[in-house]
Protein backbone atom coordinates (compact mmCIF):
# COMPACT_ATOMS: atom_id res chain seq x y z
CA UNK A 1 0.00 0.00 0.00
CA UNK A 2 0.95 3.38 -0.48
CA UNK A 3 2.66 5.49 2.23
CA UNK A 4 3.13 9.49 2.93
CA UNK A 5 3.06 11.80 0.27
CA UNK A 6 5.73 14.88 -0.37
CA UNK A 7 3.55 16.41 -3.16
CA UNK A 8 5.40 19.79 -3.06
CA UNK A 9 8.76 17.66 -2.92
CA UNK A 10 8.16 15.30 -5.64
CA UNK A 11 6.92 18.41 -8.12
CA UNK A 12 9.98 20.39 -6.87
CA UNK A 13 12.09 17.23 -8.19
CA UNK A 14 10.41 16.21 -11.43
CA UNK A 15 10.52 19.97 -12.78
CA UNK A 16 14.11 20.16 -11.84
CA UNK A 17 14.67 17.19 -13.68
CA UNK A 18 12.75 18.34 -16.80
CA UNK A 19 14.98 21.39 -16.78
CA UNK A 20 17.87 19.56 -16.42
CA UNK A 21 17.08 17.23 -19.28
CA UNK A 22 15.39 20.41 -21.18
CA UNK A 23 19.10 22.47 -19.91
CA UNK A 24 20.86 19.59 -21.69
CA UNK A 25 19.28 19.27 -25.22
CA UNK A 26 19.81 22.60 -25.64
CA UNK A 27 15.71 24.53 -24.72
CA UNK A 28 14.76 27.29 -23.15
CA UNK A 29 13.96 26.48 -19.82
CA UNK A 30 10.86 28.16 -18.21
CA UNK A 31 10.41 27.53 -14.20
CA UNK A 32 6.56 25.74 -14.87
CA UNK A 33 7.21 25.28 -19.22
CA UNK A 34 8.29 21.90 -19.50
CA UNK A 35 7.69 19.15 -21.63
CA UNK A 36 5.91 16.07 -20.46
CA UNK A 37 7.37 14.15 -22.91
CA UNK A 38 10.89 14.78 -21.44
CA UNK A 39 9.24 13.14 -18.36
CA UNK A 40 9.07 9.74 -20.28
CA UNK A 41 10.94 6.99 -18.79
CA UNK A 42 10.18 3.18 -17.58
CA UNK A 43 7.32 2.17 -15.19
CA UNK A 44 9.55 -0.31 -14.09
CA UNK A 45 13.09 -1.39 -14.03
CA UNK A 46 15.08 -4.33 -12.52
CA UNK A 47 18.85 -5.19 -12.68
CA UNK A 48 19.63 -8.65 -11.81
CA UNK A 49 17.16 -8.23 -8.87
CA UNK A 50 17.41 -11.75 -6.91
CA UNK A 51 16.23 -13.19 -3.32
CA UNK A 52 17.17 -16.22 -1.66
CA UNK A 53 16.39 -18.32 1.21
CA UNK A 54 17.45 -20.15 3.74
CA UNK A 55 15.66 -23.20 4.32
CA UNK A 56 15.42 -25.78 6.45
CA UNK A 57 16.23 -26.06 10.36
CA UNK A 58 19.26 -28.19 11.01
CA UNK A 59 20.94 -28.17 7.71
CA UNK A 60 20.03 -24.92 5.92
CA UNK A 61 19.63 -24.96 2.47
CA UNK A 62 19.22 -22.01 -0.05
CA UNK A 63 16.26 -21.65 -1.68
CA UNK A 64 16.89 -19.20 -4.96
CA UNK A 65 12.89 -17.71 -5.04
CA UNK A 66 13.88 -14.87 -7.36
CA UNK A 67 17.43 -15.60 -10.00
CA UNK A 68 18.89 -12.95 -11.14
CA UNK A 69 15.90 -10.99 -12.89
CA UNK A 70 16.39 -7.99 -15.59
CA UNK A 71 13.35 -6.50 -16.32
CA UNK A 72 12.08 -3.23 -18.19
CA UNK A 73 8.39 -2.19 -18.24
CA UNK A 74 7.59 0.77 -20.24
CA UNK A 75 5.12 3.70 -18.93
CA UNK A 76 1.67 2.81 -20.48
CA UNK A 77 1.88 -0.87 -20.63
CA UNK A 78 -0.41 -3.71 -19.33
CA UNK A 79 2.61 -6.19 -18.49
CA UNK A 80 1.26 -10.18 -17.67
CA UNK A 81 3.62 -11.95 -15.49
CA UNK A 82 3.11 -15.33 -15.71
CA UNK A 83 4.29 -18.61 -14.20
CA UNK A 84 3.02 -21.88 -12.65
CA UNK A 85 3.07 -22.27 -8.66
CA UNK A 86 6.43 -21.40 -6.55
CA UNK A 87 7.36 -19.45 -10.28
CA UNK A 88 9.29 -16.25 -8.41
CA UNK A 89 5.99 -14.11 -9.00
CA UNK A 90 4.80 -12.73 -5.74
CA UNK A 91 8.19 -12.49 -4.73
CA UNK A 92 8.96 -10.12 -7.41
CA UNK A 93 6.07 -8.13 -6.13
CA UNK A 94 7.00 -8.34 -2.68
CA UNK A 95 10.66 -7.06 -3.62
CA UNK A 96 9.52 -4.34 -6.02
CA UNK A 97 6.95 -3.54 -3.15
CA UNK A 98 9.76 -2.95 -0.53
CA UNK A 99 8.40 -5.87 1.70
CA UNK A 100 11.39 -7.93 1.23
CA UNK A 101 15.38 -6.81 0.76
CA UNK A 102 17.13 -8.02 -2.55
CA UNK A 103 20.01 -10.42 -1.99
CA UNK A 104 21.53 -8.86 -4.82
CA UNK A 105 20.43 -6.52 -7.90
CA UNK A 106 18.74 -3.70 -7.49
CA UNK A 107 15.29 -1.99 -9.13
CA UNK A 108 13.26 1.19 -9.79
CA UNK A 109 9.73 2.28 -10.02
CA UNK A 110 8.51 5.33 -12.21
CA UNK A 111 12.72 6.09 -12.42
CA UNK A 112 12.83 6.06 -7.85
CA UNK A 113 14.33 3.74 -5.54
CA UNK A 114 11.94 1.51 -4.11
CA UNK A 115 11.58 3.46 -0.76
CA UNK A 116 10.80 6.75 -2.26
CA UNK A 117 7.77 8.00 -0.81
CA UNK A 118 6.92 10.15 -3.91
CA UNK A 119 6.99 7.21 -6.08
CA UNK A 120 4.94 5.30 -3.49
CA UNK A 121 2.10 7.76 -3.29
CA UNK A 122 1.80 7.18 -7.02
CA UNK A 123 1.83 2.99 -7.16
CA UNK A 124 -0.99 0.85 -5.84
CA UNK A 125 -0.64 -2.88 -4.97
CA UNK A 126 -2.84 -5.84 -4.74
CA UNK A 127 -1.38 -8.03 -2.13
CA UNK A 128 -2.15 -11.98 -3.57
CA UNK A 129 -4.01 -12.92 -0.35
CA UNK A 130 -5.40 -9.32 0.91
CA UNK A 131 -5.81 -9.52 4.44
CA UNK A 132 -8.18 -6.99 6.12
CA UNK A 133 -9.82 -6.22 9.37
CA UNK A 134 -13.05 -7.97 8.81
CA UNK A 135 -15.46 -5.57 11.35
CA UNK A 136 -14.67 -3.08 8.76
CA UNK A 137 -17.04 -1.94 5.95
CA UNK A 138 -15.33 -1.32 2.70
CA UNK A 139 -16.32 2.43 3.00
CA UNK A 140 -14.10 2.36 6.22
CA UNK A 141 -11.64 0.82 5.06
CA UNK A 142 -10.81 2.47 1.69
CA UNK A 143 -11.29 5.74 3.18
CA UNK A 144 -8.34 4.83 5.77
CA UNK A 145 -6.20 3.86 2.49
CA UNK A 146 -7.06 7.51 0.76
CA UNK A 147 -6.27 8.94 4.13
CA UNK A 148 -2.46 6.79 3.94
CA UNK A 149 -2.22 7.59 0.19
CA UNK A 150 -2.14 11.38 1.00
CA UNK A 151 -6.20 11.68 -1.19
CA UNK A 152 -7.10 15.11 0.19
CA UNK A 153 -10.20 15.13 2.51
CA UNK A 154 -12.37 16.85 0.40
CA UNK A 155 -11.58 14.29 -2.49
CA UNK A 156 -11.97 11.13 -0.32
CA UNK A 157 -15.77 10.46 0.02
CA UNK A 158 -15.84 10.64 -3.72
CA UNK A 159 -12.75 8.94 -4.43
CA UNK A 160 -13.50 5.87 -2.68
CA UNK A 161 -17.24 6.11 -3.90
CA UNK A 162 -15.81 5.54 -7.49
CA UNK A 163 -13.54 3.20 -7.13
CA UNK A 164 -16.34 0.80 -4.94
CA UNK A 165 -18.13 1.58 -7.95
CA UNK A 166 -15.42 0.63 -10.44
CA UNK A 167 -15.57 -3.02 -8.43
CA UNK A 168 -19.33 -3.63 -8.49
CA UNK A 169 -19.10 -2.89 -4.72
CA UNK A 170 -21.18 0.43 -4.29
CA UNK A 171 -24.09 -1.66 -2.61
CA UNK A 172 -21.91 -3.60 -0.13
CA UNK A 173 -20.13 -0.46 0.71
CA UNK A 174 -21.33 -0.31 3.98
CA UNK A 175 -21.36 -4.16 4.90
CA UNK A 176 -18.79 -5.39 7.61
CA UNK A 177 -15.90 -7.45 5.54
CA UNK A 178 -16.36 -10.65 7.58
CA UNK A 179 -19.46 -11.61 6.00
CA UNK A 180 -17.82 -11.42 2.50
CA UNK A 181 -17.06 -13.92 0.16
CA UNK A 182 -13.59 -14.60 -1.29
CA UNK A 183 -14.58 -12.77 -4.50
CA UNK A 184 -15.82 -9.69 -2.89
CA UNK A 185 -12.63 -9.37 -0.70
CA UNK A 186 -10.86 -9.41 -3.89
CA UNK A 187 -12.85 -7.00 -5.10
CA UNK A 188 -12.20 -4.68 -2.27
CA UNK A 189 -8.37 -5.32 -2.37
CA UNK A 190 -8.47 -4.14 -5.76
CA UNK A 191 -10.39 -0.99 -5.15
CA UNK A 192 -8.00 -0.17 -2.37
CA UNK A 193 -5.52 -0.79 -5.02
CA UNK A 194 -6.52 2.12 -7.31
CA UNK A 195 -8.57 4.46 -4.63
CA UNK A 196 -5.83 7.09 -4.97
CA UNK A 197 -5.85 7.03 -8.64
CA UNK A 198 -2.25 5.78 -8.94
CA UNK A 199 0.19 6.01 -12.27
CA UNK A 200 1.17 2.06 -12.20
CA UNK A 201 -0.53 -0.28 -10.41
CA UNK A 202 0.69 -3.91 -9.50
CA UNK A 203 -1.92 -6.70 -8.99
CA UNK A 204 -0.94 -10.36 -7.93
CA UNK A 205 -3.12 -13.36 -8.92
CA UNK A 206 -6.19 -10.27 -9.41
CA UNK A 207 -8.56 -12.63 -11.12
CA UNK A 208 -7.69 -15.71 -8.23
CA UNK A 209 -11.25 -16.25 -6.29
CA UNK A 210 -13.48 -14.95 -8.60
CA UNK A 211 -16.13 -16.87 -10.85
CA UNK A 212 -16.08 -16.54 -14.99
CA UNK A 213 -17.74 -13.54 -14.62
CA UNK A 214 -15.89 -11.48 -12.15
CA UNK A 215 -12.67 -12.96 -14.01
CA UNK A 216 -14.29 -10.75 -17.21
CA UNK A 217 -15.11 -7.89 -15.17
CA UNK A 218 -11.67 -7.68 -13.53
CA UNK A 219 -10.45 -7.79 -17.35
CA UNK A 220 -12.82 -5.18 -18.41
CA UNK A 221 -11.34 -3.24 -15.32
CA UNK A 222 -7.89 -3.54 -16.37
CA UNK A 223 -8.57 -2.30 -20.06
CA UNK A 224 -10.47 0.57 -18.86
CA UNK A 225 -7.09 1.79 -16.21
CA UNK A 226 -4.89 1.02 -19.71
CA UNK A 227 -6.91 3.43 -21.63
CA UNK A 228 -6.76 6.24 -18.89
CA UNK A 229 -2.69 5.63 -19.74
CA UNK A 230 -2.05 3.18 -16.02
CA UNK A 231 0.44 1.05 -16.21
CA UNK A 232 -0.75 -2.54 -14.77
CA UNK A 233 1.74 -4.99 -13.80
CA UNK A 234 -0.17 -7.95 -12.66
CA UNK A 235 0.56 -11.87 -12.16
CA UNK A 236 -1.40 -14.88 -13.26
CA UNK A 237 -0.80 -18.34 -13.97
CA UNK A 238 -4.56 -18.21 -15.40
CA UNK A 239 -2.95 -17.97 -19.75
CA UNK A 240 -6.27 -16.73 -21.40
CA UNK A 241 -6.93 -13.79 -18.58
CA UNK A 242 -3.38 -12.59 -19.94
CA UNK A 243 -3.91 -13.00 -23.45
CA UNK A 244 -6.80 -11.27 -23.46
CA UNK A 245 -6.14 -8.07 -21.67
CA UNK A 246 -1.58 -7.64 -21.86
CA UNK A 247 0.78 -5.85 -24.31
CA UNK A 248 3.82 -7.95 -23.32
CA UNK A 249 3.82 -11.02 -21.29
CA UNK A 250 7.28 -12.47 -18.76
CA UNK A 251 7.55 -16.30 -18.58
CA UNK A 252 9.02 -16.88 -15.33
CA UNK A 253 10.08 -20.59 -13.89
CA UNK A 254 11.64 -21.65 -10.90
CA UNK A 255 12.83 -18.15 -10.32
CA UNK A 256 14.32 -17.65 -13.92
CA UNK A 257 13.04 -15.34 -16.27
CA UNK A 258 12.71 -18.04 -19.37
CA UNK A 259 10.78 -15.09 -21.91
CA UNK A 260 9.36 -12.16 -22.60
CA UNK A 261 7.07 -11.07 -25.82
CA UNK A 262 4.55 -8.97 -27.04
CA UNK A 263 1.45 -10.84 -26.92
CA UNK A 264 -0.27 -9.86 -30.43
CA UNK A 265 3.75 -11.67 -32.22
CA UNK A 266 3.36 -14.82 -29.94
CA UNK A 267 0.18 -15.34 -30.47
CA UNK A 268 0.24 -14.60 -34.33
CA UNK A 269 3.27 -16.85 -34.94
CA UNK A 270 2.27 -20.04 -36.95
CA UNK A 271 2.97 -23.31 -35.19
CA UNK A 272 4.90 -25.49 -38.12
CA UNK A 273 0.96 -26.86 -38.08
CA UNK A 274 -2.11 -27.21 -40.85
CA UNK A 275 -5.57 -27.88 -40.06
CA UNK A 276 -7.48 -30.11 -42.34
CA UNK A 277 -11.14 -29.66 -42.78
CA UNK A 278 -13.48 -31.94 -45.55
CA UNK A 279 -16.24 -34.12 -46.28
CA UNK A 280 -17.12 -36.90 -48.12
CA UNK A 281 -14.75 -39.66 -46.79
CA UNK A 282 -13.16 -40.31 -43.66
CA UNK A 283 -9.61 -41.32 -45.08
CA UNK A 284 -8.72 -42.63 -42.08
CA UNK A 285 -6.02 -44.80 -42.91
CA UNK A 286 -4.19 -42.48 -45.53
CA UNK A 287 -4.29 -39.38 -42.47
CA UNK A 288 -3.12 -42.39 -39.76
CA UNK A 289 -0.16 -43.20 -42.48
CA UNK A 290 0.92 -39.21 -42.46
CA UNK A 291 1.06 -39.31 -38.63
CA UNK A 292 -2.23 -37.82 -37.87
CA UNK A 293 -5.89 -39.14 -36.49
CA UNK A 294 -8.68 -37.96 -37.88
CA UNK A 295 -11.68 -36.66 -35.90
CA UNK A 296 -15.60 -36.70 -37.09
CA UNK A 297 -18.30 -34.14 -36.19
CA UNK A 298 -21.32 -33.80 -38.05
CA UNK A 299 -20.27 -35.60 -41.74
CA UNK A 300 -17.30 -33.01 -41.44
CA UNK A 301 -13.59 -34.56 -40.75
CA UNK A 302 -10.93 -32.62 -39.29
CA UNK A 303 -7.15 -33.53 -38.81
CA UNK A 304 -4.39 -31.22 -37.76
CA UNK A 305 -0.76 -32.20 -39.97
CA UNK A 306 2.93 -30.83 -40.11
CA UNK A 307 3.53 -28.50 -42.39
CA UNK A 308 5.62 -30.40 -44.74
CA UNK A 309 2.70 -32.72 -45.06
CA UNK A 310 0.57 -30.59 -46.37
CA UNK A 311 0.71 -31.47 -50.27
CA UNK A 312 0.60 -35.27 -48.98
CA UNK A 313 -2.39 -35.04 -46.93
CA UNK A 314 -4.02 -32.81 -49.98
CA UNK A 315 -3.25 -36.03 -52.29
CA UNK A 316 -4.14 -38.26 -49.76
CA UNK A 317 -7.61 -37.02 -48.66
CA UNK A 318 -8.74 -36.44 -52.76
CA UNK A 319 -7.19 -39.74 -53.20
CA UNK A 320 -10.01 -41.45 -50.90
CA UNK A 321 -12.67 -39.20 -52.42
CA UNK A 322 -12.69 -36.28 -49.72
CA UNK A 323 -14.10 -33.17 -50.90
CA UNK A 324 -11.47 -30.68 -49.14
CA UNK A 325 -13.49 -27.28 -47.25
CA UNK A 326 -10.06 -25.76 -45.97
CA UNK A 327 -6.36 -25.89 -45.49
CA UNK A 328 -5.57 -23.59 -42.64
CA UNK A 329 -1.72 -22.99 -41.11
CA UNK A 330 -2.72 -23.30 -36.97
CA UNK A 331 -1.91 -20.08 -35.02
CA UNK A 332 0.18 -19.99 -32.06
CA UNK A 333 -1.61 -19.99 -28.74
CA UNK A 334 -0.12 -17.63 -25.67
CA UNK A 335 -0.05 -21.01 -24.21
CA UNK A 336 1.97 -22.52 -26.69
CA UNK A 337 4.64 -20.07 -26.22
CA UNK A 338 4.68 -20.13 -22.43
CA UNK A 339 4.92 -23.94 -22.21
CA UNK A 340 7.66 -24.13 -24.98
CA UNK A 341 9.23 -21.43 -22.30
CA UNK A 342 8.52 -24.05 -19.27
CA UNK A 343 10.46 -26.86 -21.54
CA UNK A 344 8.61 -30.04 -22.55
CA UNK A 345 7.68 -32.57 -20.19
CA UNK A 346 8.68 -29.99 -17.40
CA UNK A 347 5.62 -30.99 -14.37
CA UNK A 348 5.16 -27.70 -13.74
CA UNK A 349 4.14 -26.92 -17.00
CA UNK A 350 1.77 -30.12 -17.14
CA UNK A 351 -0.15 -28.28 -14.06
CA UNK A 352 -0.06 -25.14 -16.06
CA UNK A 353 -1.72 -26.75 -18.78
CA UNK A 354 -4.13 -28.01 -16.61
CA UNK A 355 -5.20 -24.92 -15.20
CA UNK A 356 -6.02 -23.17 -18.26
CA UNK A 357 -8.36 -26.02 -19.34
N1 LIG B 1 9.69 -16.55 3.06
C1 LIG B 1 10.10 -17.60 2.35
N2 LIG B 1 10.93 -18.53 2.87
C2 LIG B 1 11.35 -19.58 2.15
N3 LIG B 1 10.99 -19.82 0.86
C3 LIG B 1 10.16 -18.94 0.28
C4 LIG B 1 9.67 -17.79 0.98
N4 LIG B 1 8.86 -17.09 0.12
C5 LIG B 1 8.85 -17.78 -1.02
N5 LIG B 1 9.62 -18.88 -0.94
C6 LIG B 1 9.85 -19.87 -2.02
O1 LIG B 1 10.23 -19.20 -3.18
C7 LIG B 1 9.62 -19.78 -4.32
C8 LIG B 1 8.83 -18.74 -5.09
O2 LIG B 1 7.68 -18.38 -4.34
P1 LIG B 1 6.61 -17.31 -4.82
O3 LIG B 1 5.60 -17.20 -3.73
O4 LIG B 1 7.31 -16.09 -5.24
O5 LIG B 1 5.99 -18.03 -6.09
P2 LIG B 1 4.73 -17.64 -6.98
O6 LIG B 1 5.17 -17.61 -8.39
O7 LIG B 1 4.08 -16.41 -6.43
O8 LIG B 1 3.77 -18.90 -6.80
P3 LIG B 1 2.15 -19.00 -6.66
O9 LIG B 1 1.62 -19.08 -8.07
O10 LIG B 1 1.94 -20.28 -5.92
O11 LIG B 1 1.66 -17.81 -5.92
C9 LIG B 1 8.76 -20.92 -3.81
O12 LIG B 1 9.46 -22.13 -3.97
C10 LIG B 1 8.57 -20.60 -2.35
O13 LIG B 1 8.42 -21.78 -1.61
MG1 LIG C 1 2.25 -15.98 -5.75
Known amino acids: MTALVQTRK ?18 KVGTIAYNHDELTMPAIETFALAKHYNIGFWRKRRKDALKSLTLTVEEGEVFGYLGPNGAGKTTTLRLLMGLVYPSAGSARILGKALDDPAMKAQIGFLPEQPYFY ?7 LLTYYAQLSGVPGKDRARKVDASLARVGMSESAGIQMRKFSKGMLQRVGIAQAIVHDPKLIFLDEPMSGLDPVGRREVRDLIQSL ?29 GELRGVGVVADLVSEVSGQVEFVWTGAAATAEIAALGGKTHEASETFR ?19 GKLISVTPVRATLEDYFLSKLGAGDRDSQNMQEVTR
Do not use: W, Y
Open 10 to 27: FHAQVISRAGQKAHLAGM
Open 134 to 140: DHLTPKE
Open 226 to 254: HEEGKTIFFSTHILSDAETVCDRVAVLNK
Open 303 to 321: TILTQEATDRAIDAIRGAG
